[in-house]
């Protein structure tokens, strides 16, 4: 009978993860660029003072989706969105480099390009323009200023995007939301010259509402279906001993 509860108890542990991580992905379904994460499972032995017959089920989420989210037109001249395997660089606290595909940059009071509240990269490092200034990317990342009160032309280039060209698969998924380099973890990575980006419009998040809430319900219930299978086995081994003391 233990085996039973073994089984049923990793089960209801990996429905547990999967509930998180669906719960996580439709957290986020509005966020800009956002990436679906997928859960992946591996068998692991359960440690103890006997031979290692019993396993259990561990789970971990080294995958995501890499489907493209829908692409909107915002009017915005600060957003950008970028195409498959393209990512904007962004400075974290410790001056290493991450890299998210969140589109809608702003501009704090000191005049530095900010993605999610982290310094947005440029070739030459973190990207200032003018306070007060009208932004306009190009779509190959240059970005120009006319300040206010300016000549139309008196636009006047002031930087350009690091823009990097990696696959998800060379990237992590880090607490902080944001993607850093699996090869070479804090070190910054090539910028791609020739990539391109569309200004004017940001990238949807990936995920259906529909189907994370539908897996959400399969889930729930899973984790119900395995609980009662514990309890029925927990029930079966009372009655059991009961027999064997009357016996």
Partial sequence: ???????????????????????????????????????????????????????????????????????????????????????????????????TRDGNIEVDS?????????????????????????????????ITALGAGDEPTALAQVGRLKLVNAPIQALQNGDDGLFHSVANPGQPMPADLDMKVVPGAIESSNVSPVKAMVDMIATARSFDMQMKVISTVDDNAKNANQLLSTG
């Fill in 1 to 99: 009978m233990d085996r039973a509860i073994y089984t049923a108890l990793g089960a209801a542990n990996a429905a547990l993860s999967r509930q998180a991580v669906t719960s996580n992905n439709l957290a986020n379904v509005s966020t800009p660029g956002f990436r679906a994460q997928l859960m992946a499972w591996r068998a692991v032995p359960v440690d103890g003072p006997s031979i290692q017959t019993r396993t259990l089920v561990v789970g971990s989420t080294p995958y995501h989706d890499n489907a493209m989210g829908s692409i909107n037109q915002t009017g915005r001249g600060l957003d950008v969105a970028l195409p498959q395997d393209g990512w904007l660089a962004v400075q974290l606290a410790d001056g290493s480099e991450a890299y």
């Fill in 110 to 142: 000191e005049g530095q390009l900010r993605v999610r509240g982290f310094p947005l990269l440029g070739d030459g490092g973190p990207l200032t323009v003018p306070p007060q200034s009208q932004i306009t990317f190009a779509p190959d990342g240059t």
